[in-house]
């Protein structure tokens, strides 16, 4: 009897070594390194703002002609893209620090300036 609890117990170590053993690698996938602008565009906002997507087509109504897609906005303040991503606008939600980190919004925002 005690024989057999000896092993159980051994087992338990070991599946708990191991599994702790496991978990080590994804903690250091979550702290990997910030999204560049590019890539936090095609993650998070391409979806609604190339040719066709819903922001494009809303913008249009209220954007220079051949304006209405972000990458294309001759001006396109840091400040905008921040209110805009932060606070939302009429209907494109709202994205949290978590969604897109702040160091990661100012990277976005000045990266979009910078392309027109
Ligand atoms: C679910 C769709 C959706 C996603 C995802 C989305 N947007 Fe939007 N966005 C919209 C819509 C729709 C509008 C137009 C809102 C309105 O005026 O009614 C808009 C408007 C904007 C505007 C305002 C432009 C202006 O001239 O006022 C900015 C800036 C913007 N989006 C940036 C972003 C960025 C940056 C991302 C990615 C982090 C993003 N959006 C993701 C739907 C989206």
Do not use: K
């Not at 070594?17 to 602008?37: I, K, L």
């Amino acid at each position: 009897m005690i024989a057999r609890l000896a092993l159980v117990f051994a087992g338990l170590t070991l599946a708990l070594a191991a599994s702790a053993q496991d978990t080590e690698p994804q903690v250091e996938a979550t702290s990997a390194a910030p999204r560049t602008g590019p890539e936090i565009f095609a993650d998070t906002c391409v979806f609604c703002h190339d040719a066709r997507g819903w922001g494009t087509r809303s913008l249009v109504q209220r954007t220079p002609p051949g304006q209405a897609e972000l990458l294309q906005r001759q001006v396109l303040p840091p400040a905008l893209v921040r209110n805009a991503v932060r606070r939302g606008v009429g209907s494109m939600p709202q994205f949290t620090p978590t969604e897109i980190t702040d160091e990661e919004l100012e990277v976005l925002a000045v990266w979009l300036d910078s392309l027109n």
